[in-house]
């Protein structure tokens, strides 16, 4: 089946620095990627639909200059987080629509998620 | 405003059945979703609900019910590798998914 690869699994790093994560779709185009957080004990938080190669579109209370979305190829979505600061330690998933279920709907694929934690 | 709610958590028994229950609030609606999600990865597709009714899928079943705004997920036979976050989303008639916050479910031997 379609596989969605993220990287890197864990990120630790310096208050006011940058890290970026990566977003691949495996064997197959993805014009749309979605890019979520989730807390501990929270549900996901949808923060931005990135579109190859165009603009992404941000929720609500999402800084888009903070969160920083790059999807330059079909099969490549970044997310970078800049001056990151403590209150940005979240888990951070992508996903890509991956085809349809039994009644039609589409489905989302996930990576397996980064983990970030900013010291 | 949108809303999902799902009980926080649950217990249930090895080879037992179980039922996470799911009620949503949301405007307009585009279907129901149940995703797994084992600790520290990322969630996985269970199932989808559009119509009302039961969608049975091996061990794990999904009901809808529209006019009561209700889903749940039913387990059988469960196991010991069951023991995830079952997460509850419904989409709006913007296409957004809403979600739930989880529901923890613990397997006893």
């Known amino acids: 089946g379609a596989v969605v690869s993220q990287h890197p699994s864990w990120v630790i790093c310096k208050s006011g620095t940058s890290v970026k994560i990566e977003c691949r779709s495996l064997d197959f185009q993805a014009t749309t990627m979605f890019w979520y957080r989730q807390f501990p004990k929270q549900s996901l938080m949808l923060m931005a639909t990135?579109?190859?190669?165009?603009?992404?579109?941000?929720e609500q209370g999402v800084e888009k200059d903070k969160f920083l979305i790059n999807h330059a190829s079909l099969t490549l979505s970044t997310l970078t987080v800049t001056s990151a600061h403590p209150e940005d330690s979240s888990f951070y998933i992508c996903?890509?629509?991956?085809?349809?279920?039994?009644?039609?709907?589409?489905?989302?694929?996930f990576g397996a998620g980064s983990r970030l934690t900013v010291l | 405003g949108q809303n999902i709610d799902q009980p926080t958590e649950m217990t249930a028994t090895e080879g037992a059945i179980v039922q996470i229950n799911c009620t949503y609030q949301?405007?307009?609606?585009?279907?129901l979703f149940w995703y797994q999600q084992h600790a520290g990865e990322a969630p996985t597709f269970l199932s989808y609900n559009v119509l009302d009714g039961l969608e049975e899928k091996g061990r794990f079943s999904s009901f809808l019910s529209r006019s009561k705004g209700y889903s749940y997920l039913l387990l059988k036979e469960l196991q010991m590798k069951d023991s995830a976050s079952y997460l509850c989303a419904a989409m709006d008639s913007n296409y957004q998914l809403i979600w739930g916050a989880g529901t923890k479910l613990i397997i006893k031997p």
């Open positions: 990135s579109n190859e190669g165009s603009k992404a579109t941000y």
């Open positions: 996903s890509a629509t991956t085809g349809t279920s039994s009644t039609g709907a589409n489905v989302l694929t």
């Open positions: 949301t405007s307009g609606f585009n279907g």
